[in-house]
């Protein structure tokens, strides 16, 4: 059977392309040939080898091996990982070494013999799959440590809606099923999507992370699927995209709804081959990805008005996961709040920090509009700035305003909405005093221990 192997044969000699060519056909799906080197920048510009077999000299009796130099540099220099065979002429092995120093793969001494030259070639590929793959693996590597800097921690959660979010995690991460996860700002979206990978059959590979809305429109091809050098003016070197990278493991595609419709369209049509092109590349890359989407706009709405494709959406939703905003699981709160505190306390190394417990109380009613990463950036900064062991209302500075329960009215009319938002109010405005806040309400204390009950105060 043959090898899938795309091979060039560039020497000015006939007899030796077309024999060679004939001989090597038999055992590579592709073997080409050129005759005229300076054909080699057009050639190369379209096209890429995985092996180019190069004359080391051109000119009739020409010996010193210059021409092939001169070439092995161009090549090199048009495509830095092309893999070069040189064919030297039975005197001028010494230069075909320095060839190999400059950075061919090895040479071939005329006349060949067809079973060493077979040998020569697939030990050449070889090497050069090998340097390809070491070269991914680096560029895995750099996104990985620029990743590691970000603090991932575990999900804290107790609600009965995480518990369904956990439930629904480790059912879908058995499966490569694409997931759509929905939900406000900081309510832990990426935090899913890594949880998804690690307990997938992909965790032993990598989980590649890109922010949509952070990629200017004009990057956006090159950042998901790569592009070759030259390409454009600041493509200096082949660059592997996003999609090639993440190949084996997991595609996280963070603020989808950000993207405008050309790329929406782009995107769409990467996933639905599964294969990419670099920029100013010919060939298509296969990509095995698990792609996991996250938003928080409405998606639905925006396929109603025409702003989001409705092909896109029913490719990245198969499984939807919506995480509820900290509001509307209160009881999280405390934990999430004893979570950062020892966390943040360690870091900053101070010892017996604790809330308050009307503080705490107040914190629980807080509405929380920018959902946990305000909560952990509100506590960092207490622990940080408090000056006391014991942390109260006044260390936290609450986006919402110091009342805490966003000032505004609600913009409602249901009462039982309305009652809790006053009760809220009355809450933090009396500092978690319960006889204040109370009075305030025309309650009796019982009344308003009743409705903090109800509304998960
Ligand atoms: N349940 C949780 N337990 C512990 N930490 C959490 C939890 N949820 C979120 N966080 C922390 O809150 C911060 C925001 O989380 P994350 O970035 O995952 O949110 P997001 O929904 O992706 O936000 P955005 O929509 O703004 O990108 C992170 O520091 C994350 O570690």
Redesign the pocket.
């Known amino acids: 059977m043959k090898q899938n192997a795309k091979i060039l044969i560039v020497d000015d000699e006939e007899d030796i392309r077309l024999s060679m060519q004939l001989f090597l056909s038999q055992h590579f799906t592709t073997v080409q040939t050129e005759a005229n080197p300076f054909q080699l920048p057009r050639i190369l510009r379209n096209e890429e080898y995985d092996l180019i077999l190069l004359d080391m000299n051109f000119k009739k009796g020409e010996t010193s091996g210059k021409d092939g130099m001169m070439w092995l540099e161009k090549i090199l220099e048009l495509q830095e990982d092309a893999g070069v065979i040189m064919i030297t002429a039975y005197a001028d092995v010494k230069t075909a070494v320095n060839a190999v120093k400059t950075g061919a793969l090895d040479f071939v001494e005329k006349p060949w013999r067809n079973e060493r030259l077979l040998a020569t070639i697939h030990s050449a590929l070889k090497l050069n799959a090998s340097r390809k793959e070491v070269k991914k693996l680096e560029q895995q590597q750099q996104v990985l440590s620029s990743a590691l800097d970000q603090?991932?921690?575990?999900?804290?959660?107790n609600s009965e809606p995480?518990q369904r979010v956990f439930t629904l995690i480790e059912k879908v991460a058995k499966t490569d099923a694409n997931v759509l996860i929905l939900?406000e700002?900081?309510?832990?979206?990426?935090?899913?999507a890594r949880a998804i990978h690690r307990q997938s059959p992909r965790n032993d590979n990598v989980f590649i992370s890109v922010d949509l809305g952070a990629i200017p429109e004009s990057l956006f091809e090159s950042e998901l699927f790569g592009h070759k050098k030259g390409s454009f003016t600041d493509a200096r070197e082949d660059r592997a995209g996003r999609f090639e990278i993440a190949s084996g493991g997991s595609l996280f595609l963070?603020?989808i709804g950000n993207l405008s419709l050309p790329l929406q369209a782009k995107l769409l049509t990467a996933l639905q081959s599964r294969q990419i092109r670099r920029i100013g590349a010919n060939e298509f890359i296969p990509v095995d990805i698990r792609l996991v989407c996250?938003t928080?706009m409405p998606l639905y709405e925006m396929v109603n008005e025409n702003s989001f494709r409705q092909d896109l959406l029913y490719r990245i939703n198969t499984v939807e996961i919506k995480?509820p905003p900290l509001r509307e699981r209160r009881e999280d709160i405390p934990l999430?709040i004893d979570?950062f505190l020892s966390m943040f306390a360690k870091k900053y190394q101070k010892k017996d920090l604790s809330v308050k417990r009307d503080t705490m109380q107040q914190l629980r009613a807080y509405h929380w509009p920018g959902n946990?990463?305000e909560l952990?950036h509100a506590v960092e900064r207490a622990v940080i700035l408090s000056e006391s062991e014991s942390l109260e209302i006044s260390d936290f500075i609450l986006r919402g305003g110091p009342d805490g329960n966003g000032s505004a009215e609600p913009d409602t009319y249901n009462l039982a909405d309305l009652e809790a938002w006053a009760v809220r109010k009355a809450l933090t405005k009396h500092g978690g005093n319960i006889s204040k806040a109370a009075e305030e309400l025309g309650l009796t204390r019982a009344a308003l221990y009743r409705r903090l009950a109800k509304y998960d105060l």
């Open positions: 603090p991932f921690g575990d999900i804290i959660g995480m939900g700002n900081g309510t832990g979206k990426e935090l899913v963070d603020e996250a928080n995480l999430l979570h946990i990463r952990r």
